[in-house]
């Protein structure tokens, strides 16, 4: 990367704005929100910083271009495959240890790896750095049928981070660095031990780092940035996310909240304004000749909907329901009443669930408790939406009122029972307003056994697949 000096800065400058600028449309395509006004920012910054310090050029463009620390481990990705440490393979004087055979002593790069990770100055003068180079050059190089490649896969279970904890951990304590951690071993206590945790992760990330390096010097950083730049919290899938992909889908949920329940409040004040007040305003267009000059109002009075909830909490189709209804609850101001109904074949009031719950661990608890011990499951265990919607309407029909919002939860899947359309066409006549949100692409809808498109003849249904989706969706939809 040109830095240029006093004299080339001329010829440096016009090549660092469009690599910048490239950055950050990189940024934009990945859905993160840079403005002009940050882009000059960074680019002010870049004047100031030392570009081949990589760690401050990172974190001043990271403290320009991001307002949302959500967004952090997507800008970080990108910002390694625009920024990278160089092309090719670094250039060492060592090599991995091996075995008298002549093959890898993986054993003994492990220990190279814990020692080097509980020492901060091997970090500081580069041999850390070295080591993971020839990790990933030596244990994570294959040949494929493209050529040359390079596998984080292949070399992080060789070299597996999470085994290292323990050494990490005793080396840091000054102690030997055999396997162990129990007793009154080194490194036991819990502050080696944290410590040794994030470093192993550490570990974990820079040789991912790595490999999408050196595969971006031989594929190009296009090609790999399709797979190696992870989604945004908000964009990642419900239905197929991962366990550590759904920690991140929670932690959107309440600056989410925040948000919708300020844009709420704004169209529920400029919706409550009154309706006109015609008596009174002919009266005051005495003083105009008979001429309505100015309208007024009768007094607004203002009120809080009510809400019904009914969601499948069947199989996959749980993480959506429990996404949506943390973003209810944390809403739930905004409403008169929140009545929340769950099912898998039988559908049962769960309210009293979540009204003691506020909390992240809280939450969570009510959900399994609720899943655990409501009669939401009779029958075979599979969801059958006819059978819930009949059973709504028999037990708790007279719950929906022309004041409130009917909203559904689920992908509509009936396991090939009846779809009992004649139940819902009930249950949206009773409600004011009524909404279907299916976690499944639109595509999907109708294949199989999904009832959907018969279902959206007869409700508006629409297409939440994650938390961007759902929040449009809440914001647009829900009465105020």
Known sequence: MPTGSSGGAAVDEVPLIGHLTGFVDELRARGIVVGPSSLIDAAQAMEVLDLLDRRSLREGL??????????????DVVFDLWFPLGTGARTAVTALPRTPDGEIDIDEVREMAATMLADDEAAADGRLDALIALIVDQLGRYESTRGEAFSAYQALSQVNPQTLIAKIAAAMAGGDTDDGGLGDRPGTEPLYRRAARARAADLRAAIEAETQRRMAGAKGRERVADYAVPLLPEDINFLTAGASELAEIRRTIEPLARLLAAKLEIRRRRAHRGAVDVRQTLRASMSTGGVPIELSHRKPRPGRPE??????????????????????????????????????????????????????????????????????????????????????????????????????????????????????RELTDRARHAYWLNPEARRNWGTGDSAATEYAEIIEMFECRNATQLGRAIADLLPV
């Open 62 to 75: 990271a403290a320009t271009l991001i307002s949302d620390q959500m967004h952090r481990r997507v800008f």
């Open 307 to 424: 809400l019904t909830i009914i969601c499948d909490v069947s199989g996959s189709v749980a993480g959506f329901s429990q996404f949506t209804l943390r973003l209810v609850y944390a809403l739930r101001q905004q409403f008169s009443k929140v009545r929340v109904f769950a099912f898998v074949d039988t559908v049962d009031e769960v309210t009293d669930y979540f009204d003691r719950g506020a909390d992240d661990e809280d939450f969570g608890a009510s959900m399994h408790r609720m899943i655990t011990t409501a009669k939401i499951s009779t029958r075979d265990g599979h969801s059958d939406y006819g059978n819930m919607l009949v059973g709504f309407v028999d037990e708790y029909g007279d719950s929906l009122t022309h004041r409130g919002a009917l909203l559904i939860l689920g992908d509509a899947r009936t396991n090939y029972h009846d779809p009992r359309l004649g139940a819902l």
